[in-house]
Nanobody
Framework: QVQLVESGGGLVQPGGSLRLSCAASGSIFSIDAMGWYRQAPGKEREFVAIIRSSGSTHYADSVKGRFTLSRDNAKNTVYLQMNSLKPEDTAVYIC????????WGQGTQVTVSS
């Protein structure tokens, strides 16, 4: 079992920045990939970014060049640095990880509005 706890969401103006954190606990030795999805009101959940144990990353086209995903293995935490935020980035951001199966966090709200 793996537990994921997200933090760092909030309200930010367009063009601003936020950093989300996702801390893993439990059977962390079995974690391979960790990443983020997001879900806006009335829309399906969509992929944002993923980082594998090798350190390789992959981003959705909509966030490429603006978001950066990093991983601190010592703290079992991943960080999503979000820059140049747009109103269309408004969503609940949900952390997930793969440890023989997929685990999901509860999510953290990000609102981009003036």
């Amino acid at each position: 079992q793996v537990q994921l706890v997200e933090s760092g969401g909030g309200l930010v103006q367009p063009g601003g920045s936020l950093r989300l954190s996702c801390a893993a606990s439990g059977s962390i030795f079995s974690i391979d990939a960790m990443g983020w999805y997001r879900q806006a009101p009335g829309k399906e959940r969509e992929f944002v970014a993923i980082i594998r144990s090798s350190g390789s990353t992959h981003y959705a086209d909509s966030v490429k060049g603006r978001f950066t995903l990093s991983r601190d293995n010592a703290k079992n935490t991943v960080y999503l640095q979000m820059n140049s935020l747009k109103p269309e980035d408004t969503a609940v951001y949900i952390c997930n990880c793969n440890a023989s199966m997929w685990y999901w966090g509860q999510g953290t709200q990000v609102t981009v509005s003036s």
